[in-house]
């Protein structure tokens, strides 16, 4: 079973970066994609960003293209989430998440399609 770790989060002041990382261990050569998730307490899941296993298919959020960049570590397994000029709005738990059998990508958004999920890791964005 493939397992999924988060780190990178922390506390900033709003316009600020922060580089997420997803490392996946166990069987890899099934994943098709990497998702990354956010949570805020009291609202639902959101899409953020997501990359096929080799880079050449990437979808962000709305809400983030501009600021957010997905990319893949070079000789690793890394999913890298690069975050910034953060503002409070984007205060949250970061997931990331595989699925178990491949989806087109306009399904990535979804988090119902993903299987295997890390523990997140804490952003906070104030002043």
């Known amino acids: 079973q493939v397992q999924l770790v988060e780190s990178g989060g922390g506390s900033v002041h709003p316009g600020a970066s922060l580089r997420l990382s997803c490392a996946p261990s166990g069987r890899t050569s099934s994943v098709y994609f990497t998702g990354w998730f956010r949570q805020a307490p009291g609202k639902e899941r959101e899409f953020v960003a997501a990359?096929?296993?080799?880079?050449?298919?990437?979808e962000i959020a709305d809400s983030v293209r501009g600021r957010f960049i997905i990319f893949l570590g070079s000789a690793n397994n890394t999913v890298y989430l690069s975050m910034n000029n953060l503002q409070p709005e984007d205060t949250a738990v970061y997931y990331c998440?595989?699925?178990?059998?491949?989806?087109?990508?306009?399904?990535?958004?979804?988090?119902?399609?993903?299987?295997?999920w890390g523990r997140g890791t804490q952003v906070t964005v104030s002043s």
């Open positions: 998440a595989r699925p178990e059998i491949n989806y087109s990508s306009q399904y990535w958004n979804r988090p119902s399609i993903y299987n295997f």
């Open positions: 990359i096929s296993t080799r880079g050449e298919k990437v």
